[in-house]
């Protein structure tokens, strides 16, 4: 995609502009639009987003700060894409990604990125010295084309090490590339609540290689478990609808809507009984669940639940259910039995402060509440661990995490079958299980930070409260929302919904290991479980 990059007179350009200007009156000078939110009046709009990436092996330490970014339609008009200057540095950028910028566009081609540089500095020998700038800004040659309702994403690669001529001057060497068809297992989706899109990290690399268009307010997030046919699921609780993204394409293939219920915001996604993928939406705003016919795009059904329902979880799998030291015959036999015919269904219901337990009856297809078990204050996220049997309940407003007995839910046992993890700390916004390591890593919101503990052992009995055995902290980014640990159980995935990035956190060392850029503040996180 990248020509070349050429730097400008703005003297001479400007003396030119000028005269003809005082000559025409009118007709002067090349305009540069502020760009409105949706594009120009009457003309479809796409979104642009343009990433900074530093060479892993920049050796010289360059600062400079950008003032502006602008991009050139095919008529010559300039529009602003920029909110705010971003001051760069080589080394602190080394291999990394920043988002520069992100814009909507009316549809069309555009054939310049145009980069304002206000000032820049090296250091050498420990002092720091200013550069001489261009003469006028920098010019890059593309070839962009903006299609409506799509994203399109721009990646610069900053060669640091050559952008200074002749000793004095700085002339910053880039390259540009866009996004290509990457694999699917490697890839990890964020929502984007203010952006109206999801961004696309390649985990391998870690950096983000797409960004994808949806509806408005994208929130809750869930993948697709059928292999031969993967799909990403994105609830829009703007729009009322969920989005599915073709995660060979990075493209929205199906836009659908949801009738019967209002403000949607968890999703999960389970099998049904002939192999097809049912997806089970929150809807907050009319205290209900949808059920969705992923092979049909159709809501089959509506079920009442209680009261500001936020999150979604379901039963995985059975056939991975077998004895261990979470789990005796009797505990198994009774899931296993269960399972047969039935799979439960877990809705965190955040203003009634309770869960509820939704039974599918995989015969006849049929959906209802079986129990509805109260937890702690302002509940809104959850995980399954099917080797313990347990469901772990996040309480935003309590420093107690509520511990739900699976078995002791199928044997009746009501809420008797909840239990509490006490002093946790208040403001968990998120959970994720790890089986192998007997370890729960609890996301607090405040201070931003990961808390690793043990939970407690088989034969504690359910109803009691225990304290957590805490093994760790990692501190992430601001305001933390949501987690999910990759496929290998070797990184965690962290959204900061305050500092709008992606914090990945290497569970072996618990240091920070990268940080990615994604777009306004982010929500929901998913990647396929293989």
């Known amino acids: 995609m990248l020509r070349n990059v050429r730097f400008f007179n703005t003297a001479v350009l400007g003396g030119l502009i000028a005269v003809l200007c005082a000559v025409l009156l009118t007709a002067g000078c090349v305009p540069v639009r502020e760009g409105a939110a949706r594009g120009a009046p009457g003309r479809p709009a796409g979104q642009i987003d343009l990433f900074l990436r530093g060479d892993e092996t920049a050796s010289v330490d360059i600062s400079f700060e950008l003032a502006g970014i602008e991009v050139m339609a095919e008529d010559g008009a300039y529009t602003k894409i920029m909110e705010r200057p971003v001051s760069i540095n080589s080394i602190a950028v080394r291999g990394r990604q920043v988002l520069l910028a992100e814009k909507r566009l009316p549809e069309g081609r555009y054939r310049k990125i145009r980069l304002v540089v206000q000032r820049a500095s090296i250091s050498k020998k420990g002092k720091r010295a200013s550069l001489a700038l261009p003469p006028g800004g920098i010019e890059i040659d593309v070839n962009i084309t903006v299609r409506r309702g799509r994203n399109t994403s721009i990646f610069l690669s900053w060669n640091a090490d050559a952008s200074v001529a002749g000793g004095y001057m700085f002339r910053p060497s880039f390259s540009v590339s866009g996004q290509v068809p990457e694999l699917s297992s490697l890839l990890v989706y964020v929502t984007n609540e203010d952006s ?25 997030i869930a993948v697709g478990l059928r292999r031969e046919r993967l799909r990403v699921y994105v609830v829009n609780s703007g729009s009322n609808s969920i989005s599915v993204i073709d995660p060979t394409t990075n493209e929205v293939e199906q836009e659908i809507p949801i009738r019967f219920g209002r403000e949607p915001e968890g999703i999960a996604v389970a099998r049904g009984p002939s192999g097809e993928e049912l997806l089970f939406v929150a809807d907050y705003g009319s205290d209900t669940v949808s059920v969705v016919d992923a092979t049909t795009y159709q809501e089959i059904d509506k079920i009442d639940v209680g009261n500001g329902p936020i999150a979604v979880a379901v039963d995985p799998p059975a056939e991975g259910i077998t004895v261990s030291r979470s789990l005796d015959s009797g505990d198994v036999e009774v899931l296993r039995s269960y399972r047969e015919r039935y799979f439960n269904v877990y809705v965190v219901n955040k203003d009634s402060r309770d869960v509820s337990v939704l039974r599918v009856d995989l015969d006849g297809k049929r959906f209802d509440e079986a129990v509805r078990l109260g937890v702690e204050w302002n509940p809104v996220a959850l995980a399954v661990d099917y080797t313990r049997g347990k469901v772990y309940v996040a309480n935003h407003g309590s420093d107690r995490l509520s511990v739900i007995d699976i078995p002791g839910i199928i044997r009746g046992e009501g809420q008797g079958a909840v239990s509490n993890i006490s002093n946790v700390g208040t403001t968990v916004t998120g959970i994720v299980v790890d089986p192998v390591f007997d370890r729960l890593y609890l996301l607090r919101e405040v201070p931003g930070e990961v808390m690793i503990i043990r939970p407690f052992p088989r034969d504690y009995a359910a109803g009691d409260t225990t304290m957590p055995l805490v093994t760790g902290v990692v501190e992430v980014g601001t305001a933390p929302r949501s987690m999910v640990m990759d496929p290998e159980a070797r990184r965690l995935y962290v ?3 305050g500092s709008n990035n992606v914090t990945v956190v290497d569970k072996t060392s618990r240091e920070v290991v990268e940080v990615i850029p994604v777009g306004k503040r982010p929500y929901g996180i998913a990647m396929f479980p293989y």
Not at 196 to 220: C, F, K
């Open 495 to 497: 959204v900061n919904r």
């Open 196 to 220: 109206d899109n999801v961004s696309v990290i390649n985990r391998q690399l870690g950096e983000v290689v797409a960004t994808v268009s949806v509806g408005s307010r994208p929130r809750g």
